[in-house]
């Protein structure tokens, strides 16, 4: 896609704003899509008291059961967007399909709806960039759930990056070894290119976000390759619509990955990936993703002038080690981080990216996140899929608008 392909920003549409209630007043909140990830927006009105769930949206009446359920009578549960902006909501959870979520986050957006839409914001340059357009058209907020910023071990990791103690990053390695992927991605939509582009864009929008966080600049050419290696060769296969991922996960039987049972019907994105980033500051990257491991735990190498760190598990249970003197092989690093422990979903992450969101929309507070970071991430992805899916040749990730940067840069702010 070249810059023309980009939808500029408006400079003149006037902003569709709803009043937000003060504070002991609750905080109307929708969900859009009431599937796995919709119960991240019951985490986050049961830890807000101002903030309640009271619409939700999905096609599938299993979905809807579930939301009756969770949220009580008093919740107005229907099919579509639009029943969920005429329930009156001040911001909307859209844990819709991947590739729904830039269709349903527009309509909220040009209703004056803020949105918390889950990662990766788009499956493709084109739709997230429409996702921007419409924010800063609006005047609506837009926030994109990239959770990993909260988890502690990429916060140490940035600290220390952030303090020199490795000196000017060079390059940086991540290895996503993916062991309950059979399940998580093989046995529902995610198993299908028409709803999440690849793997390697959905589930590495986070690595390459932290990848560019830590890195300090964005992906401009990339070069991948990958392939279908083992799933494809499982005949076991099952319609499981209307499911979520707690119904069939087993880590004791569905092991080793060839003994899989119920694949989805339609598996044609790749369980095996790899790709390699050259960013604008002149770091290198690569990000390398597995579907088939034993165990399930992410990998981050990050070199600089002056030495290494290295993580080891993702919770409080590991470390983060740090080299900086020469040597030949040393297990233990010469400086040990212990991971710290923080409560919640995803080592600690969930509650405070909800509790962000929420600042986010009653104050328009500061985040850690990004909206320019999560579409770079998305970019990155789906350009790298391109090449792994047309001989793996480099090619180069299209830049976002200046003014549209400026804007979410600036804190989503009309000047």
């Given at each position: 896609?070249?810059?023309?392909?980009v939808?500029?920003?408006?400079?003149?549409?006037?902003?569709?704003?709803?009043?937000?209630?003060?504070?002991?007043?609750?905080?109307?909140?929708?969900?859009?899509g009431?599937?796995?990830r919709?119960?991240?927006?019951?985490?986050?009105?049961?830890?807000?008291?101002?903030a309640?769930?009271?619409?939700?949206?999905?096609?599938?009446?299993?979905?809807?059961?579930?939301?009756?359920?969770?949220?009580g009578?008093?919740?107005?549960?229907?099919e579509?967007?639009?029943e969920?902006?005429?329930?009156g909501?001040?911001?909307?959870?859209?844990t819709?399909?991947?590739?729904?979520?830039?269709?349903?986050t527009?309509?909220?957006?040009?209703?004056?709806?803020?949105?918390?839409?889950?990662?990766?914001?788009?499956t493709?340059?084109?739709?997230?960039?429409?996702?921007?357009?419409?924010?800063?058209?609006?005047?609506?907020?837009?926030y994109?759930?990239?959770?990993?910023?909260?988890?502690?071990?990429?916060?140490?990791?940035?600290?220390?990056?952030?303090?020199g103690?490795?000196?000017?990053?060079k390059a940086?390695?991540?290895?996503?070894?993916?062991?309950?992927g059979?399940d998580?991605?093989?046995?529902?939509?995610h198993?299908?290119?028409?709803n999440?582009?690849?793997l390697l864009l959905q589930?590495?929008?986070?690595?390459?976000?932290v990848i560019?966080?830590?890195a300090?600049?964005y992906?401009?050419?990339?070069?991948?390759?990958?392939?279908?290696?083992?799933?494809g060769?499982?005949?076991?296969?099952?319609?499981?619509t209307?499911?979520?991922?707690?119904e069939?996960?087993?880590?004791?039987?569905?092991?080793?990955p060839l003994?899989?049972?119920g694949?989805?019907?339609?598996?044609?994105?790749?369980d095996l990936?790899?790709?390699?980033?050259?960013?604008?500051?002149?770091v290198?990257?690569?990000?390398?993703e597995?579907?088939y491991?034993?165990?399930?735990w992410?990998?981050?190498t990050?070199?600089?002038?002056?030495g290494r760190?290295?993580?080891?598990?993702?919770?409080?249970?590991?470390?983060?080690?740090?080299?900086?003197?020469?040597?030949?092989y040393s297990?233990?690093?010469?400086?040990?981080?212990?991971?710290?422990?923080?409560?919640?979903?995803?080592?600690?992450?969930?509650?405070?990216?909800?509790?962000?969101?929420?600042?986010?929309?009653?104050?328009?507070?500061?985040?850690?996140?990004s909206?320019?970071?999560?579409r770079?991430?998305?970019?990155?992805g789906?350009?790298?899929t391109?090449s792994?899916r047309?001989?793996s040749?480099?090619?180069?990730?299209p830049?976002?608008?200046?003014r549209?940067?400026?804007?979410?840069?600036?804190?989503?702010?009309?000047?």
């Amino acid at each position: 896609m070249t810059r023309e392909d980009v939808p500029p920003a408006p400079a003149t549409t006037q902003p569709v704003r709803r009043s937000l209630p003060g504070r002991g007043a609750p905080l109307r909140l929708g969900v859009i899509g009431n599937g796995n990830r919709g119960v991240i927006a019951a985490r986050a009105a049961d830890a807000d008291a101002d903030a309640a769930v009271v619409a939700v949206a999905d096609p599938l009446e299993r979905a809807r059961h579930r939301a009756r359920e969770a949220y009580g009578s008093g919740v107005s549960v229907g099919e579509s967007v639009t029943e969920v902006i005429e329930a009156g909501v001040d911001a909307a959870f859209v844990t819709s399909l991947d590739h729904q979520h830039a269709d349903h986050t527009v309509q909220l957006l040009s209703a004056g709806v803020d949105v918390f839409v889950d990662k990766p914001m788009a499956t493709t340059v084109a739709d997230a960039d429409r996702m921007l357009v419409a924010a800063q058209a609006s005047g609506s907020k837009l926030y994109v759930g990239h959770n990993m910023r909260h988890m502690p071990v990429i916060g140490l990791m940035h600290d220390l990056v952030a303090q020199g103690r490795i000196g000017q990053v060079k390059a940086i390695w991540c290895r996503y070894f993916v062991g309950d992927g059979g399940d998580r991605f093989f046995k529902d939509w995610h198993a299908e290119r028409a709803n999440v582009n690849s793997l390697l864009l959905q589930k590495g929008a986070h690595d390459i976000d932290v990848i560019h966080w830590i890195a300090g600049g964005y992906t401009r050419r990339v070069s991948a390759m990958g392939a279908l290696t083992l799933y494809g060769d499982v005949d076991s296969r099952q319609d499981r619509t209307g499911q979520v991922v707690t119904e069939w996960l087993d880590r004791e039987k569905n092991w080793p990955p060839l003994a899989q049972q119920g694949l989805h019907p339609v598996i044609d994105v790749e369980d095996l990936s790899m790709v390699t980033m050259a960013l604008d500051n002149g770091v290198f990257a690569t990000y390398s993703e597995c579907h088939y491991t034993p165990d399930y735990w992410r990998n981050y190498t990050v070199i600089g002038t002056e030495g290494r760190i290295e993580n080891f598990g993702l919770g409080d249970d590991g470390v983060v080690r740090l080299w900086n003197r020469r040597t030949e092989y040393s297990a233990d690093g010469d400086e040990q981080f212990p991971i710290p422990r923080v409560e919640g979903g995803h080592h600690g992450a969930d509650p405070a990216l909800l509790a962000e969101f929420l600042e986010f929309v009653r104050t328009g507070a500061p985040t850690q996140t990004s909206p320019v970071a999560a579409r770079e991430a998305v970019a990155t992805g789906a350009v790298a899929t391109t090449s792994m899916r047309s001989g793996s040749g480099a090619l180069d990730v299209p830049e976002l608008d200046p003014r549209l940067r400026a804007y979410f840069d600036g804190g989503q702010v009309r000047r």
